[in-house]
C-alpha cells in the first residue's frame, strides 16, 4: 500500500507520547514519582507530542472540517473509538498535569494517572485493531499487530523518559527506567521480528488468473487498466523502486532495535553513562520507528493489485 505520510507521523509520535506518560504512571505509582517540575514538564511534553500527532492526523483527512463526523460509526469502527479515545487520553493526561501544578493530593493524582493508563491501553488496542481487523490484508488481520504498536510505542517513550530524567538530574528515575527501557526495547525487537516472519510465510490466495476471471488461462497484465491513474493505483501501491522495501527493512531493525539496545546495555553495564547514550537512543530509535511504520504499509500485497499488477 501507498504509506501516507500524515498517518505515518500520527502513530509514531502517539505512540512514543502514550509510551511516555505510561512510564510516568507506573512510577509515580510505584511510588518513585520524580520531582513535580519534571513531571509536568514531562506530561506537557507528551501532550505536545500527541498534539502534533493528531494534527498529522487532521491532515490525512480529505476534508478536516467534518472530522467530527468520524466519531459516528464508534459501534463497529475501531477508527471512531480511537477517535473518541485519543482526545479522552489527552484530556486525561493535561489533567494530571494540572494537578501537579496545582498541588492536588496525591490521591487525585494517583486517579488521573491510573485513567492516563487506562486510556493509552485502550488507545493502543483502538489503533492496533484500526489494522487488525482489515482480514483482506494478511500482513494486518493478526493479534501482533496490536502486540507490535503497543511495545514499541512503550520502549520508545520509556527510553524517551529515561533520556528526559538523566537531562533533568533525576538520576534515581533513570536508573530504575533503565532496564525497562532495555527490556521494552527487546520485547518490541522479537515481536517486531516475529510479525516479519509471519509475512514472509504468507503465500498468496490470489493470482492474477483469479483475480481476473480468466481461470484457464496465463494472464500476463500489460498496462493498468486505466489510461490515467485512479484512487486504486494510488492508494495500494507505494510506487517506490524495487529494492527500497529490502533496503528499509534492515535499516529500521538496526536504527529502532539493535542499536538502542546496544546503547542501552552499555549504559547498564556501566561502560557508557550521562546523557549522550540516552538521547542517542532516542534519535536513533525515533528515524527507525518512522521508518518501520512506512514499511508497515509499503510491505502490504494488497489483493487489488493482483489487477493493476503493471503498476507494481
Not at 482489515?134 to 496490536?146: F, I, K, Q, S
Not at 481476473?212 to 523502486?241: D, I, K, N
Request: hydrophobic share 60%; net charge positive; charged share 10%.
Amino acid at each position: 500500500m501507498n504509506p501516507s505520510l500524515s498517518i505515518v507521523v500520527f502513530t509514531t509520535l502517539a505512540g512514543s507520547a502514550q509510551g511516555l506518560v505510561v512510564a510516568l504512571a507506573l512510577a509515580a505509582l510505584a511510588g518513585a514519582a520524580p520531582a513535580p517540575g519534571f513531571l509536568q514538564a514531562s506530561l506537557l511534553l507528551a501532550e505536545a507530542l500527541l498534539g502534533v500527532a493528531l494534527g498529522a492526523a487532521f491532515a490525512h483527512l480529505g476534508r478536516p472540517a467534518r472530522a467530527w463526523r468520524a466519531v459516528a460509526m464508534w459501534r463497529t469502527s475501531w477508527m471512531s473509538r480511537e477517535v473518541i479515545v485519543l482526545p479522552a487520553f489527552m484530556a486525561a493526561t493535561a489533567a494530571w498535569a494540572l494537578a501537579v501544578r496545582l498541588e492536588l493530593p496525591g490521591s487525585a493524582q494517583a486517579a488521573l494517572a491510573l485513567a492516563a493508563l487506562a486510556l493509552s491501553a485502550l488507545l493502543w488496542l483502538c489503533t492496533g485493531m484500526v489494522y487488525a481487523c482489515l482480514r483482506v490484508v494478511r500482513e494486518w488481520a493478526h493479534p501482533l499487530t496490536v502486540l507490535n504498536y503497543t511495545l514499541m510505542g512503550q520502549a520508545s517513550g520509556c527510553v524517551l523518559a529515561g533520556a528526559l530524567a538523566t537531562s533533568a538530574g533525576e538520576d534515581a528515575l533513570a536508573a530504575a527506567l533503565l532496564p525497562w527501557a532495555l527490556g521494552l526495547t527487546v520485547l518490541a525487537w522479537a515481536g517486531r521480528l516475529g510479525a516479519l516472519r509471519r509475512n514472509d510465510a504468507l503465500v498468496p490466495r490470489s493470482t492474477p488468473q483469479s483475480a481476473t476471471g480468466l481461470g484457464g488461462m496465463r494472464v500476463v497484465q500489460l498496462s493498468m487498466g486505466f489510461t490515467g491513474g485512479s484512487h486504486s493505483t494510488q492508494e495500494f501501491f507505494h510506487r517506490a523502486p524495487g529494492g527500497t522495501l529490502r533496503l528499509v527493512r534492515p535499516a529500521f531493525v538496526l536504527l529502532a532495535f539493535k542499536l538502542p539496545v546496544l546503547l542501552l546495555a552499555l549504559c547498564w553495564a556501566g561502560v557508557w553513562d550521562g546523557l549522550f547514550p540516552w538521547w542517542l537512543a532516542v534519535l536513533l530509535q525515533s528515524a527507525g520507528l518512522l521508518a518501520e511504520r512506512w514499511f508497515f504499509f509499503a510491505q502490504v500485497r494488497h489483493p487489488q493489485n493482483l489487477y493493476y499488477q503493471a503498476v507494481a
